[in-house]
């Protein structure tokens, strides 16, 4: 079946600019991550989404940074007026709901968008 | 906080040789473990996983297992080759907060020549 899928893979702008960035799961899973992966950080968790609500927003590094979730499926993640530092990829997971009695839940990477910031 | 150390690399090895990746993790409540694996140009995939103390994850000919008493998970492999070469990461999912979120090391680039 199909896996997580990201838009767009790379892009390209301007220090200040805003952009979107675009996340699919897996049809039917309900929770929704968004990670960072860049050389001076390595990977680094930004947000949850549980259906449309994200209870944890903990990683989010500023408030140029927000997201949302849509249908309890597709989600985008924004940042405004960008700077250089924010370059990095970006990479969604979706999981399904949780199985009673089991301490994890498997997530499921998309293959990222590599934003580059001029 | 949960963080997770792991072993720097670059891990260069010939083909057949053994390979271990040490990951050791620092956790608030009773964490499943997980090693990821990444290839070169494709996306992060789940390679192994272990949910709780003495736990054996296994795949791909890759074994890891969850030590409490050491806070450890390490990777290891007896025999690796060429299309092992990728970047190995250890994590770390800590389910006190319901919401499963992974925390990574900082990963480990393995080359494997012919």
């Known amino acids: 079946g199909a896996g997580v899928s990201q838009s767009p893979s790379n892009k390209v702008t301007e220090k200040g600019k805003d952009v979107e960035l675009r996340c699919d799961p897996i049809?039917?899973?309900?929770?929704l991550y968004w990670y960072r992966q860049s050389l001076g950080q390595g990977l680094e968790f930004l947000i949850y989404?549980?259906?449309?609500?994200?209870?944890?927003k903990s990683g989010l590094p500023s408030d140029r940074f927000s997201a949302e979730r849509t249908g309890g499926s597709v989600s985008t993640l924004t940042i405004q007026r960008t700077q250089q530092e924010d370059s990095a990829v970006y990479l969604c997971?979706?999981?399904?709901?949780?199985?009673?009695?089991?301490?994890?839940?498997?997530?499921?990477f998309g293959p990222g968008t590599r934003l580059t910031v001029l | 906080g949960n963080s997770v150390t792991q072993m720097e690399g670059p891990v260069t090895l010939s083909e057949e040789a053994f390979l271990t990746i040490n990951c050791t993790y620092t956790?608030?409540?009773?964490?499943?473990l997980f090693w990821y694996v990444q290839y070169p140009g494709e996306g992060l995939q789940l390679l192994l996983k272990?949910?709780?103390?003495?736990d054996k994850g296994s795949n791909k000919g890759f074994e890891a297992t969850y030590r409490k008493e050491t806070t450890s998970f390490h990777l290891e492999k007896g025999s690796v080759q060429v299309s092992d070469s990728a970047v190995y990461f250890c994590?770390?999912?800590?389910?006190?907060?319901?919401?499963?979120?992974?925390?990574f090391g900082a990963g480990t680039t393995v080359t494997v020549r012919a």
């Open positions: 997971a979706s999981s399904p709901p949780p199985a009673s009695g089991i301490g994890y839940n498997e997530q499921f």
């Open positions: 049809s039917g899973h309900t929770a």
């Open positions: 989404f549980q259906g449309n609500s994200a209870p944890d």
């Open positions: 956790a608030t409540g009773y964490p499943s």
């Open positions: 272990a949910t709780k103390a003495d």
């Open positions: 994590a770390l999912s800590d389910s006190l907060l319901n919401d499963y979120k992974l925390s």
